[in-house]
Nanobody, 126 residues
Framework: QVQLVESGGGSVQAGGSLRLSCAVSGNTYRYYCMAWFRQAPGKEREGVAT????????IYADSVKGRFTISRDNAKNTLNLQMTNLKPEDTAMYYC???????????????????WGQGTQVTVSS
């Protein structure tokens, strides 16, 4: 099994930046797609970005394109999300997730991912 532990959340003002990290451990060889999701109070969980662990191809939600960058450091076994030009609507609990299929198949559908971290809170004030 794979274990995921997020870190790096916090409170920033609009226009600021944060970098989230997700430490990945366990039997990772079968998990081909990793992703970041977020969930604001009273809202459904939504996909932010995915990355294919084999080749590095990425998918982004329209709401974060040009502002967020997902990356994977295989040497350190971490999944990262660099967030810039943050907006109040980015406020949410952020989760990393893993799936044993390719990202092109499942995209940003949360129900396709079967391993989740506990989340890290991001709060953006105006």
């Amino acid at each position: 099994q794979v274990q995921l532990v997020e870190s790096g959340g916090g409170s920033v003002q609009a226009g600021g930046s944060l970098r989230l990290s997700c430490a990945v451990s366990g039997n990772t060889y079968r998990y081909y797609c990793m992703a970041w999701f977020r969930q604001a109070p009273g809202k459904e969980r939504e996909g932010v970005a995915t990355i294919y662990t084999g080749g590095g191809s990425t998918i982004y939600a329209d709401s974060v394109k040009g502002r967020f960058t997902i990356s994977r450091d295989n040497a350190k076994n971490t999944l990262n999300l660099q967030m810039t030009n943050l907006k109040p609507e980015d406020t949410a609990m952020y989760y990393c997730a893993a799936a044993p299929v390719g990202c092109g198949v499942i995209g940003l559908r949360p129900y396709e991912y079967n391993v989740w971290g506990q989340g890290t809170q991001v709060t953006v004030s105006s």
